[in-house]
């Protein structure tokens, strides 16, 4: 991999990662051109859900952005009294979550399947 750098002067420079934290010159110009290290873009889980916020209630229809959801079929749903809106089990800690939800809110884990969109 290489680190991208542009110099005082706007001359693009793509440098090893071995330059990271030292300052050269730049081949075009000489201007002194300082290497910055490279930016880790990985997030946590907990970062994600801090982004994403509190999950919506489950009596609010979610914005889909005019994508038609199929309904989920499920033998939980079929006993469940009118109006009980339907669950499913979170794989990591058990606890029932709404059927929309593809992130589990108690242990923040990931749980959505293809089938889900």
């Known amino acids: 991999m290489s680190i991208r750098v542009v110099c005082p002067n706007g001359h693009v420079l793509n440098?090893?990662?071995a330059l990271a934290g030292k300052t050269g010159l730049c081949p075009r110009c000489?201007?002194?051109?300082?290497?910055?290290?490279?930016?880790?873009?990985?997030?946590?889980e907990d970062s994600i859900m801090s982004i994403l916020g509190p999950h919506a209630s489950t009596t609010s229809e979610p914005a889909t952005g005019g994508v038609q959801r199929k309904p989920v079929e499920s033998s939980r749903t079929s006993s469940l009294p009118e109006g009980t809106p339907p669950k499913k089990s979170c794989h990591k800690c058990n606890r029932e979550i709404s059927v929309g939800?593809?992130?589990?809110?108690?242990?923040?884990?990931?749980?959505?399947?293809?089938?889900?969109?």
Not at 32 to 39: E, K, T, W, Y
Request: proline share 9%; aromatic share 8%.
């Open 15 to 17: 440098v090893k990662d």
């Open 101 to 117: 939800l593809h992130i589990c809110p108690f242990c923040h884990t990931y749980i959505a399947k293809l089938s889900d969109f």
């Open 30 to 44: 000489k201007a002194r051109v300082v290497v910055p290290a490279p930016q880790k873009d990985e997030l946590s």
